[in-house]
């Protein structure tokens, strides 16, 4: 049967089973009442409702299930989850007496090469005035070989020499000028040792000298170039031995590094 909604004034269809019953009507979702049908006598099935006219209320049929759809949930609204605050930067690492870190690495490649250029420019150094001004001026070679030289100086300046012709044939084998010859080849592991040797002693008999000057006239008489000599045999002497360090420590261990902390 058709009935109006009294609340949304719709046309609905309502099965004959639910009359007199409550419905929910699915527009509008009021609940109405269904009137109870009349009496009759005969349960000979009502002809079917004549077509709507044109422009007339749509009818709506109403669902089967006449289960009362559960009230609207007057719970509030869900609160949003809070939002998780970012996490504070982590404290930046304490800082020590020591802020700067500087590293000094003794590399086996430029150790070596450090003595023969030493050498050489000491070699050089004994041509130029090392004690004594103007005419007087003396250098290396007449400190020795001169009349009234020093037999000090003598030994000196050939161990010089001994040490850079040693450093010189070296370098030409590195450098394949000279082909290696089985007697030669033999020492070389030793190169370092045998300059050692050479320049250690020459040092050594340079310092002795300029101690014993310095006790008999009561100071050191080298002038600027005689100092700068000094100094450079000094250089040359302490890279030899580095490279001897180096040799014994074998070439499968790290390179020496020294750190200072600033």
């Given at each position: 049967m058709n009935l109006l909604c009294p609340s949304c004034q719709k046309m609905l269809q309502v099965p004959e089973q639910y009359a007199g019953q409550q419905m929910r009507c699915p527009l509008c979702n009021s609940t109405f009442t269904v009137p109870p049908l009349p009496d009759a006598p005969n349960?000979?099935?009502s002809p079917p409702p004549p077509a709507p006219a044109p422009g007339a209320a749509e009818v709506y049929p109403l669902a089967d299930d006449h289960t009362q759809p559960p009230p609207p949930s007057t719970a509030p609204p869900p609160l949003p989850s809070p939002t998780r605050a970012p996490a504070p930067p982590s404290p930046p690492p304490p800082v020590g007496d020591y802020t700067k870190l500087r590293s000094i690495v003794i590399s086996p490649r430029v150790v070596p090469w450090i003595a023969p250029i030493a050498l050489l420019v000491l070699f050089v150094?004994?041509?130029?005035?090392?004690?004594?001004k103007g005419s007087?001026?003396?250098n290396a070679w007449n400190l020795g070989f001169d009349t009234g030289g020093s037999a000090l100086f003598v030994i000196y300046d050939l161990l010089v020499v001994f040490a850079l012709l040693v450093e010189i044939v070296n370098f030409l084998m590195e450098m394949k000028v000279i082909p290696d010859v089985p007697a030669l080849s033999a020492i070389?592991?030793?190169?370092?040792?045998?300059?050692l040797g050479f320049a250690g002693t020459a040092y050594v008999l340079l310092t002795l000298h300029l101690v014993v000057k310095l006790f008999d006239e009561g100071n050191i008489w080298l002038s600027f170039w005689g100092w700068l000599a000094t100094w450079i045999h000094f250089i040359a002497v302490i890279s030899l031995l580095l490279e001897v360090w180096l040799q014994l420590r074998g070439p499968t261990r790290p390179p020496p590094r020294i750190d200072i902390h600033s």
């Open positions: 349960l000979a099935p150094l004994t041509f130029f005035p090392w004690a004594g007087y001026s003396r070389r592991p030793w190169r370092a040792v045998i300059v």
